[in-house]
């Protein structure tokens, strides 16, 4: 059974940076898509990173160049690097896992995706 968890979420200045965590179980790295998507307040969940099979990875447009997406998988563990933090960074962010490989053309179309964590809050004050 696949299981998600994330953590490294926080309260942080604008400007600063976090990396959050997401621990996997249950699957294996390379096996899987995995993904990060957020929920801002008031607004529809959001895919903003995504690593494949091969590494190859693909980025929500206004996200580029400040999120980083990652993976060890030695630990099963997937990273977001989020740099250069905003205030409209602000929202709840997600694990998201499917098998096989991310379907690229479509990738940020969460109905996808089985697998999800309870998510990690960051919130991001000017």
């Known amino acids: 059974q696949v299981h998600l968890v994330e953590s490294g979420g926080g309260s942080v200045q604008a400007g600063g940076s976090l990396r959050l965590t997401c621990t996997a179980s249950g699957l294996t790295f390379g096996n899987y898509c995995m993904l990060w998507f957020r929920q801002r307040p008031g607004q529809k969940r959001e895919g903003v990173a995504a690593?494949?099979?091969?590494?190859?990875?693909n980025y929500l447009d206004s996200v580029w160049g400040r999120f980083i997406i990652s993976q060890d998988k030695g630990k099963n563990t997937l990273y977001l690097q989020i740099n250069n933090l905003k205030p409209e960074d602000t929202a709840m962010y997600y694990c998201?896992?499917?098998?096989?490989?991310?379907?690229?053309?479509?990738?940020?179309?969460?109905?996808?995706?089985?697998?999800w964590g309870q998510g990690t809050q960051v919130t991001v004050s000017s």
């Open positions: 690593i494949g099979n091969t590494g190859r990875t």
């Open positions: 998201a896992a499917e098998r096989g490989e991310c379907p690229w053309g479509t990738v940020w179309l969460e109905y996808q995706y089985s697998f």
